[in-house]
Nanobody
Framework: QVQLVESGGGLVQAGGSLRLSCAASGSIFSINAMGWYRQAPGKQRELVAA???????NYADSVKGRFTISRDNAKNTVYLQMNSLKPEDTAVYYC???????????????WGQGTQVTVSS
């Protein structure tokens, strides 16, 4: 099994910054993609940003220019630097990873437990 542990959420004023981290552990053979999703109350979970093992990135239109995703492949860790935060960024942020793990290199997809980000106006 692959476990994801997130950290870095909290309360910040509009215009402020936060940095989220997510570390993957377990019998990992490879991680193809890591990403961040968020879910606000009453809304569906949505993709915020994703990054492949080669460094290709993808962002939701709502966060382009404000958020930056990066990863440390050696540490199996992904980061999300969030700048110029807005009240509408308030949500629970979830880390996701997909790859291969275990003796048989079986495909896996794992989610973190979520971390709350609250942006006050």
């Amino acid at each position: 099994q692959v476990q994801l542990v997130e950290s870095g959420g909290g309360l910040v004023q509009a215009g402020g910054s936060l940095r989220l981290s997510c570390a993957a552990s377990g019998s990992i053979f490879s991680i193809n993609a890591m990403g961040w999703y968020r879910q606000a109350p009453g809304k569906q979970r949505e993709l915020v940003a994703a990054i492949t093992s080669g460094g290709s990135t993808n962002y939701a239109d709502s966060v382009k220019g404000r958020f930056t995703i990066s990863r440390d492949n050696a540490k199996n860790t992904v980061y999300l630097q969030m700048n110029s935060l807005k009240p509408e960024d308030t949500a629970v942020y979830y880390c996701n990873a997909r790859g291969a793990a275990g003796w048989g290199h079986a495909d896996f997809g794992s989610w973190g437990q979520g971390t709350q980000v609250t942006v006050s106006s």
